[in-house]
């Protein structure tokens, strides 16, 4: 079964994919014990709010929030029973599998930008052109 592996095209990162290796075989080998990893950053600026927590390792509803960081690892089994043509927001609908525990995460603290906004883009474009 093949597995998804979800990245935003709208980051500027130098995230090491390869990283990512020995989580993809992991959740392969038991998605109902582990189904989703995702990569969480510091709170950007713009996103101070952050979207979730972590505690040893596992993605919690609860403070203090990180920012997801637009990299996953999801196991096919979580969009059972999800309508393929209704639009599916990651957040809240990915809380329900961490409350369960079966979503893992990391923090990255290396380079990355959201290029989500021509502002952002603009921004990213002065840093990298200096």
């Not at 893992?104 to 603290?109: I, N």
């Not at 906004?117 to 603009?122: N, P, S």
């Amino acid at each position: 079964m093949a597995l998804a592996s979800w990245w935003c095209a709208d980051i500027n990162t130098a995230f090491d994919y390869g990283r990512l290796r020995a989580v993809v075989e992991d959740i392969a080998r038991d998605p109902e014990r582990r189904a989703a990893h995702l990569v969480l950053v510091e709170n950007p600026d713009w996103h101070a709010q952050g979207d979730m927590g972590l505690a040893r390792g596992q993605v919690t509803v609860a403070k203090p929030w990180l920012t997801y960081g637009g990299i996953a690892v999801l196991h096919p089994a979580l969009f059972r029973g999800v309508d393929p043509d209704a639009p599916l927001r990651l957040f809240p609908w990915i809380y329900g599998f961490a409350a369960r525990g079966q979503v893992t995460g990391e923090v990255y603290r290396g380079p990355w930008d959201n290029v989500g906004t021509g502002e952002q883009l603009a921004a990213l474009d002065r840093r990298l052109s200096r």
